[in-house]
């Protein structure tokens, strides 16, 4: 059985500081993992993927993910936020079927 | 590359009417999905085609919601008759058989009064 938790329900950080969205996930077997972002009242979009290749997966607008298998994790980290990363995150699980997170409400203060 | 298709984007209905969703998948992509995405939560798979047969259905209702893929391309989701709680977004991805990431389209937001 497949699992993903995303361990903050909200983050809220500076305009221009880091961003750590954390996810941890249970598996079976050595899955891809996934992270989308959400802005309001869009569809969902891919930032990255990890498919057991380099551990440190770069994606779309700055954003990347390391995958720590002994940490079962896949946190999302960008050096420095921006206004328009504010939107909902979310980690998934899977491979033809995805296991969803609740997702990671991220806010940006000016 | 046209993303994925859906419409309408907005739907307003009274409990008990019925409502249908449209989905046109990526060019190409084999396999297509419909999740609800209730407010406030991740989505949460209701059916997963693989060209015009189901793969996964255990998490649809099947005494009111259907869904039906005929050519292998389109696809329509249907509610009847329509609950309170059936208020979501409704969203559709693709993918290919090669690539295993989804592709979201911008999702149909069901309210049901």
């Known amino acids: 059985a497949q699992s993903v938790t995303q361990l903050d329900s909200h983050v809220s950080v500076s305009e221009g500081t880091p961003v750590l969205l954390r996810c941890n996930y249970s598996s079976s077997y050595s899955p891809s993992l996934f992270w989308y972002v959400q802005h309001p009242n869009k569809g969902l979009q891919l930032l990255l993927k990890?498919?057991?290749?380099a551990t440190l997966v770069k994606g779309i607008n700055g954003f990347e993910a390391e995958f720590k298998k002994s940490e079962t994790s896949f946190h999302l980290t960008k050096p420095s936020a921006h206004m328009s990363d504010a939107a909902e995150y979310f980690c998934?699980?899977?491979?033809?079927?995805?296991?969803w997170g609740l997702g990671t409400s991220l806010a940006v203060n000016p | 590359e046209a993303g994925v298709a859906q419409s309408p984007r907005y739907k307003i209905i009274e409990k008990r009417q019925s409502v249908a969703f449209w989905c046109n998948p990526i060019s190409g992509h084999a396999t297509l999905y419909w999740y609800q995405q209730i407010l406030g939560q991740g989505p949460k798979l209701l059916i997963q085609f693989q060209n015009n047969g189901v793969v996964d259905d255990s998490q649809l209702p099947k005494d009111r919601f259907s869904a039906e893929r005929l050519k292998g391309v389109d696809s329509t989701l249907k509610i009847q008759p329509a609950k309170l709680e059936d208020s979501a977004v409704y969203l559709c991805?693709?993918?290919?058989?090669?690539?295993?990431?989804?592709?979201f389209g911008p999702g149909t937001r069901l309210t049901v009064l």
């Open positions: 990890y498919t057991s290749a």
């Open positions: 991805a693709s993918s290919s058989v090669r690539r295993n990431e989804q592709f």
């Open positions: 998934a699980v899977g491979n033809r079927k995805l296991i």
